[in-house]
T-cell receptor
Framework: GEDVEQSLFLSVREGDSSVINCTYT??????LYWYKQEPGAGLQLLTY?????DMKQDQRLTVLLNKKDKHLSLRIADTQTGDSAIYFC???????????FGGGTRLMVKP | GAGVSQSPSNKVTEKGKDVELRCDPI?????LYWYRQRLGQGLEFLIY????????KSGLPSDRFSAERTGESVSTLTIQRTQQEDSAVYLC??????????????FGNGTRLTVT
């Protein structure tokens, strides 16, 4: 079955770039997503990438997809304390109606 | 409201009791999902409704778990004879239509269930 893996924790200093990595196993995934979860809140969609793309940029966010290695990353430029949260990577199935989530990476931004 | 609303936000119950969790999706969203998030872990799919089709119950962990949805509106997740391992945050999400990349999942803030 599908499996999505992420590292548990990342700590960076304010102003530095953060890179959060994710690996997945389902080669038929059509879309891959990054969600952000702040304490006590639900998940907020940050960005997504279609599987035929290898890069997508959206303001401070850059998503890189290596389909051969099934590796997805999220780069946050000029990381701010407000970026501290848990970041979840998710892949969709072929029909696009089911998401499988990774365990989440807790990003801590130090001032 | 503009977002997905879940109630209660917190629920403490004794082992063996039944609980009902409620989700109000965004108006007009035909797809509704329930996920479970255990402490420090990712999201575990439970059940999915799409319009009037039969729900996908493949993620329900046991027959103590059930969910209903009235048309394309409110959904309730029921856990019977709760066990301590049921303690988790239960998240509901809705989308305009499943399978549409321009229709991302919108999540509620969850119900934190604690079984003592």
């Amino acid at each position: 079955g599908e499996d999505v893996e992420q590292s548990l924790f990342l700590s960076v200093r304010e102003g530095d770039s953060s890179v959060i990595n994710c690996t997945y196993t389902d080669s038929s995934s059509t879309y891959l997503y990054w969600y952000k979860q702040e304490p006590g809140a639900g998940l907020q969609l940050l960005t997504y990438i279609f599987s035929n793309m290898d890069m997508k940029q959206d303001q401070r966010l850059t998503v890189l997809l290596n389909k051969k290695d099934k590796h997805l990353s999220l780069r946050i430029a000029d990381t701010q304390t407000g970026d501290s949260a848990i970041y979840f990577c998710a892949e969709s199935n072929n029909a696009g109606n089911m998401l499988t989530f990774g365990g989440g990476t807790r990003l801590m931004v130090k001032p | 409201g503009a977002g997905v609303s879940q109630s209660p936000s917190n629920k403490v119950t004794e082992k063996g009791k039944d609980v009902e969790l409620r989700c109000d999706p965004i108006s007009g969203h035909t797809a509704l999902y329930w996920y479970r998030q255990r402490l420090g872990q990712g999201l575990e799919f439970l059940i999915y409704f799409q319009g009037n089709s039969a729900p996908d119950k493949s993620g329900l962990p046991s027959d103590r778990f059930s969910a209903e949805r009235t048309g394309e509106s409110v959904s309730t997740l029921t856990i019977q004879r709760t066990q301590q391992e049921d303690s988790a945050v239960y998240l509901c999400a809705s989308s305009l239509r499943a399978g549409n990349r321009n229709s991302p999942l919108h999540f509620g803030n969850g119900t934190r269930l604690t079984v003592t």
